[in-house]
């Protein structure tokens, strides 16, 4: 009997071509999506195998050029728990791409074939001497910088002079690697030849390698290492916080952590629609062969025999469905991993495959399938024999309700479409599916562009905040210092209305780096009376006398329970010092990372005297004459030995309005996911529906309807059903967008300015219509292509 029923079982598939390879086809794409869960562990092997690869520190420490002997770097790794020590000169500068300028970050090595921490990894080419340059591989992957083998690049040293060296290959590392995604070209040469550039001596960065990497670790290794330079060199304090990198840690993990639980909501939303559509292809599958189950039910076969057999039929669509839909699972997931990698980390991930997750595909691609089955299934052999033998597929109380005696009595519209909107009514359970289906793509189609609208009009608000047009910032790594005194070089300039000093600092607040931001009390850069949501801005006489008063960010007052005057604790290199909150702002620049500080008191607690630009103000606000501007600005700097990076504003928004589109580009490939998944399920549904009634279009046909007729029915019933649809996705598209909004707020911290466009609206219910008159084409095709006799003869 077994053999039996797997026979009848493969003759249902073969018979039902066409329903089989769409039920495969949405079973595979709903189990394609939950090989997105694969892309966090796959991100975390990635990243730790590129750590493997360069050796990437546990502890890197920036010092302010520190000569340090031979003898000096052996006690550091004579220290307790390290294992290696590598020292390198940074440098950072501008160079020339064609007649452009752009910054340039310069990384000197000590020796190339001897590295232990944090190596530089050569790809291409060959390690460069004196005066030759190793350019980083991810320069020419974001189209920043294409040199290659053999290509000049002129860039200034310290003193304001061009100098040209040449390329000898490409490298990666871990690390600098994330730079050329951020603007900046990366450089690799011999250390001497870094120093040389910089007018400089001794090291800037030392990286260490250790044995252990537990938090209390690197706690008690930094001390050492501090307490060792205090003792055996002419070091004073590190030029920022030490960086560390706990064991199961890598850089951007907290960050992406974030992203990857919106990530995780997303996926949860994509499977559940998955799996509402699963269950419904197969709930029609099991109703449209009602009368079949009843037939078998007469020539005596149990409820257990019938139910055995449509399971050993959903196990097989759903075996056939899962391994489609994991090998798609690992083509999905590898694709968001490359996207992930590439766009925000600057490296090109090696093909992986999570085995768990995809071993979870093919389990739950399975099982949700008998699952989806069951109810149906035991709706079905319930069925008295008498009433499924009897189904002519139009239920007996049909044209009793209200809506059926409207939809009949209509006498505006032709005939064809009364008719098809009857079909629409008379199978209200699948008519109502079939508008869910729709409702959910509408929906989330909806929440995700509106969500990516709030975005960027988010971003746009917060560089609004900002009131300067230029801000010429000197370089933290191995050139020469800014003094306040340039100021009057920089106000000098034709075409400078105003011009103030500016410090950027990092700090550390409970564990987590912040930003120290140092500007005057009157400041020209930010607007202070629209970003400030409750206190006051530092005043002349707390700026003065540097007392120690700070403006924090509503998320910092939220997340650290700190208001109106009260103490908070922010650790700098030389040392923990108390500030008093005098004033809450509600910027989330640096995802709300930031502290305002007045500027003699950032520089009293970090023992810098120097500043690190300037913010200015132009007469003329057009973009030609800011970039004018910008340029002399940074010449004059240069004629005094200053290297400057001129960061302009309407560059900057339009910048972060990119970056913030790779977050907007992976929302929309979920939904864009979701979109498809639904469209096959929607042409299921139809086709599966056209196969009910093709003893209907057969009679039809022979009372003489022709095939336009027939695609007119039957069109003008899938439009009807995604009208409704897409009007229902509207009120579900706002929910969707309110709870994704709620889920970044909760996530990743960000608060947006939730918008509803109604211009969006317009487009997904104009696309919605569009759409299913394209994928009803195939189902209308073979509507008007069946034969009479054939129709009126299928069983």
Not at 196 to 205: P, V
Not at 534 to 539: D, E, K, S, T
Request: proline share 3%.
């Amino acid at each position: 009997m077994v053999s039996s029923l797997l026979s009848k079982s493969f003759g249902d598939l073969k018979r039902r071509r066409t329903r089989t390879f769409l039920t495969v086809l949405t079973i595979a794409l709903g189990v394609a999506a939950l090989g997105m869960f694969a892309v966090v562990p796959l991100m975390d092997e990635n990243m730790f195998h590129q750590m493997e690869r360069c050796n990437m520190y546990d502890i890197r420490c920036e010092v302010n050029n520190l000569p340090l002997m031979g003898e000096n770097m052996r006690g550091l790794e004579d220290l307790p728990n390290v294992n290696g020590v590598e020292g390198k000169y940074i440098y950072a500068t501008r160079m020339y791409i064609g007649d452009r300028r752009a910054d340039a970050f310069i990384v000197g090595v000590e020796d190339f074939s001897a590295q232990k921490v944090d190596r530089i990894v050569r790809t291409s080419g060959s390690y460069p001497s004196y005066m030759e340059l190793l350019t980083d591989g991810s320069n020419g992957r974001v189209k920043l910088f294409n040199g290659e083998s053999g290509d000049p690049v002129r860039l200034y040293d310290a003193n304001g002079m061009v100098r040209e060296l040449n390329i000898t290959g490409s490298a990666y590392n871990n690390d600098y690697s994330q730079w050329p995604g951020w603007g900046t070209v990366v450089l690799y040469t011999t250390i001497g030849t870094a120093r040389e550039l910089a007018n400089g001596t001794g090291y800037i960065i030392l990286s260490f390698d250790l044995d252990k990497a537990g938090k209390g670790d690197l706690e008690r290794t930094v001390e050492d290492i501090q307490n060792y330079l205090e003792q055996n060199s002419d070091f004073v304090a590190f030029a920022s916080m030490p960086v560390t990198n706990e064991e199961g840690n890598w850089p951007g993990k907290d960050e992406f952590s974030d992203m990857a639980n919106f990530f995780y909501v997303l996926t949860f939303m994509t499977m559940g629609c998955s799996l509402f559509l699963i269950s419904n292809t197969m709930h029609t599958m099991i109703t449209e062969q009602r009368k079949e189950i009843c037939q078998m039910k007469a020539v005596g076969a149990t409820r257990a025999q019938v139910v055995r057999t449509y399971l050993t039929t959903s196990f097989i669509l759903g075996t056939v469905g899962a391994l489609i839909g994991t090998i798609l699972g690992i083509l999905v997931s590898y694709g968001m991993l490359w996207f992930l990698s590439s766009s925000f980390y600057g490296v090109t991930p090696n093909f992986l495959v999570h085995v768990p997750t995809m071993l979870l595909c093919l389990v739950l691609g399975v099982l949700a399938t008998l699952v989806a089955t069951l109810p149906a299934l035991v709706q079905g052999v319930r069925v008295p024999v008498r009433e499924g033998m009897e189904s002519a597929g139009i239920s007996a109380n049909f044209g009793s309700s209200f809506i059926d005696r409207a939809l009949m009595r209509n006498k505006l519209l032709p005939r064809t479409f009364q008719m098809g909107f009857r079909n629409a009514s008379r199978k209200k359970g699948r008519s109502i599916s079939t508008i869910l289906q729709i409702t959910l793509a509408v929906g989330m189609f909806l929440g995700v562009v509106t969500i990516g609208y709030s975005l960027s009009e988010t971003v746009k608000t917060e560089f609004d905040y900002f009131t300067y047009d230029i801000q010429a910032m000197g370089s933290s790594e191995g050139a020469k210092a800014i003094t306040p005194e340039m100021i009057s070089v920089v106000t000098s300039i034709e075409g400078v209305a105003n011009a103030e000093p500016v410090i950027w600092s990092q700090g550390r607040l409970a564990g987590e780096d912040v930003l120290l931001l140092g500007y005057p009390h009157d400041t020209i850069s930010y607007d202070i009376n629209r970003t400030l949501q409750r206190g006051r801005w530092f005043n002349e006489a707390e700026e003065r006398s540097a007392e120690r008063v700070v403006v924090i960010s509503k998320m910092l007052s939220k997340a650290r329970n700190k208001d109106i005057d009260d103490l908070i604790d922010i650790g700098t290199p030389m040392g923990t010092f108390s500030y008093r909150v005098v004033g809450v702002q509600k910027s989330q620049m640096m995802n709300g990372h930031n502290v305002f500080i007045p500027i003699p008191t950032i520089q009293n607690v970090t023992n810098n005297p120097y500043i690190s630009g300037f913010a200015v103000v132009t007469s003329d606000r057009s973009h030609k004459e800011i970039d004018r501007v910008a340029s002399e600005i940074e010449d004059r700097m240069l004629e005094k030995g200053l290297v400057v990076s001129s960061g302009i504003l309407y560059v900057f928004k339009e910048q972060n309005l990119r970056g913030n589109q790779n977050i907007i580009n992976l929302m929309l490939a979920v939904g864009a996911l979701i979109v498809l998944i639904t469209s096959i399920g929607l042409v299921s549904t139809l086709t599966m529906n056209i196969i009910e009634r093709t003893r209907e279009i057969g009679m039809l046909r022979c009372i003489g309807s022709s095939s336009f007729a027939l695609r007119k029915i039957f069109g003008s019933e899938g439009m009807t059903l995604a009208f409704f649809g897409a009007l229902l996705g509207i009120p579900a598209g706002l929910g969707v967008g309110l709870f994704i909004e709620k889920m970044m707020e909760d996530i990743i911290k960000l608060e947006l300015f939730y918008e509803f466009p109604l211009a969006y609206v317009v487009i997904a219910f104009v696309m919605t219509l569009i759409l299913t008159l394209v994928v009803i084409q195939f189902p209308l095709r073979r509507a008007s292509k069946l034969r009479p006799g054939d129709a009126i003869r299928y069983a």
